[in-house]
């Protein structure tokens, strides 16, 4: 058991264009998570997973941002046409329920938007 | 919609003493999970406890231990003979049972300094 894993670790972009970061849950963890992290502020919620069915979006994930799951397994996060306003870490987490509500978190990607 | 407070934004404590960090919640519902979190500098978010709000009884996790009064939607954490490796965000974390509804909620978190 690796952990979760995010990648890339970092992405530096320019305003306008495209980024997708991924996220490989721990094997076996039916559910997945993202989070959103600004500098000085605890992590809000994005989206999540059961398998491959999208159960929740946030408020905050605008029609710019779309995220995917298919086969249940790896995750990915797009934000299209980015804006200053993006650059944050970017958290993934994944859990096992009912065995277990703990979400364990990966390792982040930072984004930053010039 | 669930809110969580922390309201101490810094907290210091000298090495091997005992710390407490507040946290305070705002729910409708009676069934749900707490969760302390630990994010050191540039490192992962880290599980230090949870608690289920069912539970009387106060978790305990070696030197972490929580003060959990749900009637005043209280959730502290008590760090006992504190370490340098202690040094940290922590953040205060709430998530609903109700199916469907089952994200983590932060507070703006509490940076720990330990000093030597």
């Known amino acids: 058991d690796t952990g979760v894993s995010q990648n890339p670790r970092h992405k530096i972009t320019k305003r306008g264009q495209n980024v997708t970061f991924r996220c490989d849950p721990i094997?076996?963890?039916?559910?997945l998570y993202w989070y959103r992290q600004t500098l000085g502020q605890g992590p809000e919620f994005l989206t999540y997973f059961q398998n491959e069915a999208q159960l929740e979006k946030s408020r905050l994930l605008s029609d710019r941002f779309s995220a995917e799951r298919p086969k249940g397994s790896f995750s990915t996060l797009e934000i299209q046409r980015t804006e200053q306003g993006d650059s944050a870490m970017y958290l993934c987490a994944s859990t096992r329920p009912p065995d277990s509500y703990e979400q364990y978190f990966g390792p982040g990607t930072r984004l930053t938007v010039t | 919609a669930q809110t969580v407070t922390q309201s101490q934004p810094e907290m210091s404590v000298q090495e091997a003493e005992t710390v407490t960090l507040s946290c305070t919640y705002d729910t409708s519902e009676s069934d749900y999970y707490l969760f302390w979190y630990k994010q050191p500098p540039s490192r992962q978010m880290i599980l230090v406890i949870r608690q289920e709000a069912y539970k009387q009884q106060n978790a305990t996790e070696n030197r972490f231990s929580v003060n959990f009064q749900k009637a005043a939607k209280s959730f502290s954490l008590k760090i006992s003979d504190s370490q340098l490796g202690d040094a940290a965000m922590y953040f205060c974390?709430?998530?609903?049972?109700?199916?469907?509804?089952?994200?983590?909620?932060f507070g703006t978190g509490t940076r720990l300094t330990i000093i030597p």
């Open positions: 094997s076996e963890h039916n559910r």
């Open positions: 974390a709430y998530m609903s049972s109700n199916f469907g509804n089952e994200k983590l909620t």
